[in-house]
């Protein structure tokens, strides 16, 4: 992704995106939609009038301050069609009252003296953050009026005045406007306030269910043209909030400021969403032109705005959208007719149309009467936020519509979860819900699959920063899914009436852990040792400067290494200029804490470096100025290159004012994210977790000769090295390795030592933890390094347990083989047989019951010698089939040797799907699951329906063969594979593939059956 930043405001950036934490409180109002029409009037008022509106709306709006409208025509207004206050037919009234503009008779006042007020920003092109003065600058024209007034226009230091309705702009950053909208009175200034339109024990007591707050639209973009007050945003959030938070029980309709609810526009991160309950779109299909003609606006309104109104409407803290469309004298019956169409049945707005004056009369049911005509039978319809911007020319064609994105749209995996993405659906029965699907199954059942109705989905933190191509408004994480599982996930929309749509859109996605890889990296600008390292993070190309295209990420017990690749050949560490290349890690893995990047969201760094210099950060801090040990290696520098190598000490530390040194690397979970200061177009990439991987347990096949000739053991790697004269006989190395018969163990001394003195000390013992856990078994000489089942004395075998270090037991084929033996040596191979077995009186015990164990090798001298514990695991024959290996990956040692387990035709889960067959579709043997068996379905070909099943078979060497075959009778079967079509061949995943094939002939009357048939080969 992208964003646009000056290099100068770095240092200011955590609040230049994002939405603010504030407590959402309201949400739509439940009953309300199109199948509830609503009425707008703010004309004068008769008995008459008054019956119609309770009769006839369930909503009305209307303007005390403006008409003779009195609390008892409210009240009975609110009664409903029964005339009964507070009974399930009551009709909700909102009064108007103008927030943005001070319209009150005799404006603009002198009041304080400190106004009007300028923006204090130094360019119109920084961003809104929480940091602007709220209430300005003193305009340079002079000073003399209310500190609550606007002069952005000429700064002539009289207040800016909206030209067409008279109002005089305010900024609600100054607390005395609040209080000015609290107290005043349509008795003392002409213009009723909050406190007069919601109580009835204030001025005249008007008593309504809320306000109808006009002039939302003084703070818009700048880059609108109009205004230049968007400064101002965070006060217009802010004043509705208090409004909202003093007056929880009321309703709260906002007019205007669309530009709050589009995350193309600064003002978005102060989104009025979680302080209202209804949001009007004026003039959206008509407007007060008189033209008779729809707004040159409405193909913007409806491609751009609309979509991006609903996406924040359907949200868990949404509100419900009305229109305002409005009459013109000699307009064709069309024009209405559209007007409802495009509000209530494309957007699903509640729709009143008025002259501009909004007191036409009489009162119209037009919108009763569209309903009557136009039930809802339709499920939602799905749309698209990708429109980037607004077209504000009247002179050019509006936006055109982006293609609809239709169900699910982007899916991310993550450990034991998946994130997954989707767009807006709009349709005339709102509000809509989202209900996401998933299986574990190879194809997307919506009968079969799991159900999440009506989710509460959160916003993806790319669309915080604008909508477009690759962002959506809405994700949701599931949640429990097991890692290493490949999942289908799919997205519908649902209306308030359970209309489903049907769309099969799916994608799969399979969940896995933090991303870890052990390798030590020569950072020397040759990426060849990068190769087997997998990609963890992708970026898109052209969306930054320099343009990062993906990020591998490797450690060793050293060193975390890092490799960003770019798109093309790039400058990079240009330190004295920009741009420059930054790496920030946040420690924790918490984007909460450390500092936000961006004000992205995905990252809280406790340390970037800039090129190779690394410096400190927190939550409020870019730079603490912070020492650091060791700076970054990075390779190539200062360069022309199209990829760079960074390593980074896993030790390096940091310190602040003299204090304590502080590790950089403080957890073994952690996040990366590479980024620029590009003036113009900043890159971010990332943010990337990643867990320190540990070094790899060895394993090592290979057949070695136990015959005190050590060559065979040359290519055998050391598995644990032991400090020099530090016991007797003094231990200074093991190799380990095995075959399918034997565990070979190579103990190396320090010089030629004397050995196996069975009769006195001291004497080698090599212990085995067979289940690698040292806290069961004995706890050799209370190290807490190896909890010991088996232990050698020399060749002789014991069975050990938890604090009994002798449980006296006999083996079968225990005792271990040893060259040279009794007799003075500098090397001693061991050979112990796997399928070992040992009693106590009760069953066999195998010796090696796991494929992972944990070994040491110790002595009784004097001092006691103690080399070890290490991890070891039994390493798969190279040379073995899939099937082979595969068996000794799902079953134990003691599995093995039992045919009742783990034999071809044994079905150790019971789920009814044999070992042999289980290995061929790509089971488990000890997860009972019958998903894997083949699927029928039926597909036409021309005129004729051909039976069609689908299954899985290995893709690589497996010694198996995996044959279709059919049959009239389940008696006689024909595999000839001219009695076969093959449709399609899936791409290999997880070592199978899918393939979906037909009978060649087409399904008749008679009975026809399938089978797969799978079979060995030599």
């Known amino acids: 992704m992208n964003t646009t930043l000056r290099t100068a405001t770095l240092c200011g950036l955590s609040a230049a995106f994002g939405i603010s934490p504030l407590l959402a409180q309201r949400g739509p109002v439940p009953g309300l939609s199109t199948a509830t029409p609503y009425l707008i009037h703010y004309g004068n008022w008769t008995p008459t009038l008054v019956g119609q509106a309770r009769t006839n709306y369930k909503l009305v709006i209307l303007h005390p301050s403006a008409s003779d409208i009195t609390p008892a025509d409210i009240a009975a207004i609110r009664s409903g069609p029964d005339g009964t206050a507070g009974t399930s037919d009551d009709v909700k009234v909102l009064a108007y009252i103008s927030v943005g503009e001070d319209d009150r008779p005799g404006a603009p006042f002198a009041d304080d003296g400190n106004g009007p007020r300028v923006d204090p920003r130094p360019s119109y092109n920084d961003p809104l953050t929480d940091a602007i003065a709220p209430l300005g600058n003193p305009s340079p024209g002079g000073t003399g009026f209310a500190s609550y007034y606007l002069d952005d226009d000429n700064l002539d230091g009289q207040p800016d005045q909206n030209p067409v ?157 009305i229109g305002l469309g409005y009459t013109s004298a000699g307009e064709p019956p069309a024009l209405a007719q559209a007007d409802f169409d495009e509000c209530q049945r494309e957007q699903g707005w509640l729709l009143y149309r008025t002259n501009p004056a909004l007191n036409a009369l009489p009162f119209n049911t037009d919108a009763a009467t569209w309903n009557a005509a136009n039930p809802d039978t339709s499920p939602p319809v799905w749309d698209s936020t990708a429109a980037t911007g607004a077209d504000s020319d009247p002179g050019t064609p509006g936006n055109q519509p982006p293609a609809p994105r239709t169900g699910i749209q982007q899916v991310v995996a993550a450990d034991s979860a998946v994130t997954v993405r989707w767009d807006v659906a709009r349709d005339q029965t709102g509000p809509v819900k989202y209900n996401i699907y998933y299986t574990a199954a190879a194809t997307m059942d919506f009968g ?41 996930f799919a997205v519908r929309a649902e209306d308030a009436l359970g209309h489903e749509d049907t769309n099969t859109a799916d994608l799969a996605a399979t969940p896995m852990g933090p991303p870890s890889f052990y390798k030590s990296i020569a950072v020397d600008g040759n990426d060849a040792d990068w190769a087997d390292v997998p990609v963890v993070h992708t970026d898109p190309a052209v969306d930054g400067v320099p343009d990062i295209v993906s990020i591998k990420i490797a450690n060793d017990a050293d060193f975390i290494y890092l490799l960003v690749r770019y798109n093309g050949v790039v400058d990079t560490n240009t330190s004295n200029g920009s741009p420059s290349t930054f790496l920030s890690l946040d420690n924790d893995a918490n984007p909460s804490t450390g500092f936000n990047i961006y004000g992205l969201g995905l990252i809280g760094a406790e340390v970037t470096w800039q090129n190779d210099y690394p410096f400190a950060q927190n939550a409020a801090n870019y730079n603490l100025g912070a020492t650091f040990g060791s700076a970054a290696g990075i390779a190539p ?115 030629a030592t004397h050995v196996n003195n069975s009769n006195g000390a001291p004497s080698t013992f090599l212990s085995l933890d067979n289940d690698a856990n040292p806290a069961t078994g004995f706890n050799i000489y209370g190290l807490n390094l190896i909890g010991a089942e088996v232990s050698w004395q020399n060749d002789y075998p014991f069975a ?217 080969t030599p």
């Not at 799991?450 to 994480?477: D, E």
């Not at 077995?837 to 040491?856: E, K, M």
């Open 448 to 488: 079969n699959a799991t159900k999440i109705a009506n989710v509460a989905p959160s916003i993806p933190a790319n669309y915080l920063t604008g909508a477009g191509a690759g962002r959506y408004p809405y994700q949701f994480t599931v949640t429990g899914l097991a890692n290493g599982t490949a999942y289908r």
């Open 800 to 1016: 050990q347990s938890a604090g009994n270090y002798n449980i006296g037991a006999a083996f079968t084929d225990g005792a271990a083989g040893i060259s040279p033996y009794a007799t003075q040596t500098t090397w001693q191979e061991y050979r112990i047989r796997r399928d070992a077995t040992y009693t106590t009186g009760g069953p066999q015990v195998p010796v090696f019951p796991n494929s992972a164990i944990r070994l040491a090798a110790w002595t009784d001298g004097s001092p006691a010698e103690f080399a070890g514990g290490f991890n070891y695991e039994f390493a798969a024959n190279p040379g073995a089939t899939d099937y082979a290996k595969w068996k000794h990956a799902n079953f134990t040692a003691a599995e093995l040797a039992d045919a009742q387990i783990s034999g071809d035709t044994a079905d150790p889960d019971h789920d009814g799907v044999r070992n042999l067959m289980e290995f061929a579709l790509g089971g488990l043997p000890g997860s009972a699951d019958t998903s894997v068996l083949p699927e029928a379905s039926f597909m036409t070909v021309g005129s004729n329906r051909h039976l069609t099943f689908t299954y899985k078979r290995p893709v690589a060497p497996s010694a198996l063969t995996v044959t279709p075959e059919v049959s009239a009778d389940l008696l006689s079967w024909d595999g000839a594979a001219s009695k076969f079509v093959t449709v399609s061949t899936g791409a290999p995943s997880g070592g199978h593939e899918e393939v979906v094939a037909r009978l060649a002939d087409p399904v008749t009357a008679s009975p026809c059956f399938v089978r797969l048939k799978v079979t060995t």
């Open 165 to 321: 309705f008279g109002g005089y702009y305010v900024n609600p950053g100054d607390p005395a406007w609040y209080e000015i909208l609290k107290t005043k009175t349509k008795a003392g200034s002409g213009r009723a306030g909050i406190q007069e339109l919601l109580t009835t024990t204030y001025g005249a007591g008007y008593g309504c269910d809320g306000l109808f707050l006009d002039t939302l639209d003084t703070p818009a973009p700048n880059s609108f043209g109009v205004t230049l007050y968007e400064w101002t945003a965070k006060a217009y959030r802010d004043l509705v909030k208090h409004i909202s938070d003093d007056n929880p029980a009321k309703l709260l309709l906002a007019n205007r400021g669309v530009f709050f609810y589009n995350p193309n526009f600064k003002t978005y991160a102060y989104t009025l969403r979680p302080y209202i309950n209804l949001l009007m779109f004026e003039s959206y299909h008509t407007d007060s032109s008189g033209s008779g003609a729809p707004s040159i606006y409405f193909e913007d309104n409806k491609h751009s705005y609309a979509p991006k109104i609903n996406a924040e409407a359907n949200r868990p803290d949404g509100f419900t959208v």
């Open 637 to 751: 520098y200062f360069s022309h290159t199209a990829f760079q190598e960074y390593r980074i000490r896993r030790d390096a530390t940091y310190t602040i004012g003299g204090g304590a040194p502080q590790p950089v690397f403080s957890n073994n979970t952690m996040r990366f994210a590479f980024w620029s200061d590009h003036g113009t177009t900043a890159e971010f990439a990332g943010a990337v977790e990643y867990t320190i991987a540990a070094p790899p347990v060895p394993s090592h096949f290979s057949h070695i000769r136990v015959d005190g000739d050590f060559s065979d053991w040359a290519a055998v790697p050391v598995t644990a090295g032991d400090t020099a004269s530090d016991g007797t006989p003094d231990i200074v190395s093991i190799k380990t390795a095995n075959d399918d018969e034997y565990l070979y163990v190579l103990i190396g001394y320090n010089g």
